[in-house]
Nanobody, 119 residues
Framework: QVQLVESGGGLVQAGGSLRLSCAASGSIFSINTMGWYRQAPGKQRELVATIPRAGSKNYVESVRGRFTISRDNAKNTVYLQMNSLKPEDTAVYYC?????????????WGQGTQVTVSS
């Protein structure tokens, strides 16, 4: 099992910045891709950004150029630096990780952290 704990959410004015962190613990061996998803009220959860252990980062078009995902494998932590925030970025942000044990893929989620951007 892998536990994911997010931190760094809060209330910020439009144009401001926040940095989210997600620390993984437990059976963290072979964690592959880590990422961030978000869910706004009344909407489906959507991918924000992902970063594999090695390889290219992926961003949803609406955050490209404003958000930066990074990870520290030594600390088993993934970050999301969010700049130039807009009211439409308001959502609960969830950390996600996947792990392969043999041929079986396991997926884990954090509890979510609220990000509110005021206009």
């Amino acid at each position: 099992q892998v536990q994911l704990v997010e931190s760094g959410g809060g209330l910020v004015q439009a144009g401001g910045s926040l940095r989210l962190s997600c620390a993984a613990s437990g059976s963290i061996f072979s964690i592959n891709t880590m990422g961030w998803y978000r869910q706004a009220p009344g909407k489906q959860r959507e991918l924000v950004a992902t970063i594999p252990r090695a390889g290219s980062k992926n961003y949803v078009e609406s955050v490209r150029g404003r958000f930066t995902i990074s990870r520290d494998n030594a600390k088993n932590t993934v970050y999301l630096q969010m700049n130039s925030l807009k009211p439409e970025d308001t959502a609960v942000y969830y950390c996600n990780a996947d792990q392969f044990r043999g041929s079986t893929r396991y997926e884990y989620w954090g509890q979510g952290t609220q990000v509110t951007v005021s206009s």
